[in-house]
């Protein structure tokens, strides 16, 4: 495993219309089948230059179900930079305690503004966030940059041992690791599976799957402490043509026990994430 950090659904409809646009012009079932669903082609990321734009929505509950809140959080990140850097810029987030109102105008977070780095295993060290604020928000913009490099492990780093509707346990993440000095993460196991092809930006993309349950996850900061559990699973398309990632979705579900600087009692606390990645062309 290249990196160790790892951190959600899109449709899975299959590319009917280009299949059956195949099978018309002469190849039979079997043809079909032989060509597109026996092996994943031989692929190697694309390094050229992509933009994409991440939107995350958090919305918060207890655990009875009422509403308590909601965050949104959104960037455009860019890779393929000179010496494999990536970067972020107009990164927002927005807040409201309102369920069913738009969220208000977000506020722009200028420590992220061309934010540049590598990604590695260097971004869950400390030092990597050293011009980042103290406070909640930040953890906000970490894990766009956490969620975008476990988005590009589970696509590219191991592409070549999926085999068609077969789950493959992720061998190498597994265990605890600190994240960058704010706490502690746990996986269990994840797994990928490839789940057939369909189409995206004009592009036939194999869908890879992607879930990992029973996580643990415990933050030490300055106001907060919590202590829980992490479910999260998603998809991502790949363009079969052009090696990129075309799209991509995560869903997560984290129940918290939480502490509050000032508060006498502890909040239990479920939220649900929607995480969207989308290709800015």
């Not at 050293?130 to 589970?154: E, Y």
């Not at 696509?155 to 690791?177: H, M, R």
């Not at 502690?184 to 057939?196: P, R, V």
Request: proline letters at 3%.
């Amino acid at each position: 495993m290249k990196n160790q950090f790892y951190s959600v659904y899109a449709g899975l409809v299959l590319g009917l219309l280009i299949i059956l646009s195949t099978v018309g012009n002469g190849q039979s079932n079997k043809k079909v089948e032989k060509k597109y669903f026996k092996k994943l082609p031989e692929l190697q990321k694309n390094n050229a230059l992509q933009k994409y734009r991440m939107t995350a929505v958090y919305i918060n509950r207890d655990l009875y179900g009422k509403f308590t809140g909601k965050t949104m959080v959104s960037g455009d990140y860019t890779c393929g930079l000179p010496g494999d850097s990536s970067m972020w810029s107009n990164v927002y987030i927005s807040a409201s305690d309102n369920f069913s109102n738009p969220f208000p105008a977000g506020k722009k977070q200028e420590y992220m503004e061309n934010f540049r780095y590598v990604p590695s295993d260097k971004m869950i060290q400390e030092t990597a966030f050293k011009s980042f604020p103290k406070t909640v928000d930040n953890i906000f913009a970490r894990n766009l940059i956490w969620d975008m490099m476990s988005t590009d492990i589970f696509a590219w780093n191991y592409y070549d041992s999926l085999k068609l509707n077969v789950p493959y346990i992720i061998p190498d993440i597994k265990g605890e690791f600190s994240m960058a000095d704010i706490g502690n993460y746990s996986h269990n196991k994840i797994m990928l599976t490839w789940k057939g092809l369909t189409e995206s930006n004009g592009q036939l993309c194999a869908v890879i799957d992607f879930n990992a349950i029973d996580n643990k996850i415990e933050l030490t900061m300055d106001l907060i402490k919590s202590k829980g559990t992490e479910q999260y699973w998603g998809s991502i398309l790949i363009s079969l043509k052009t090696r990129t990632i075309e799209q991509a979705v995560m869903y997560s579900g984290t129940i918290q026990e939480i502490e509050v600087k000032g508060i006498k009692d502890k909040i239990l606390m479920k939220t649900i994430r929607e995480l969207n990645i989308d290709k800015i062309n």
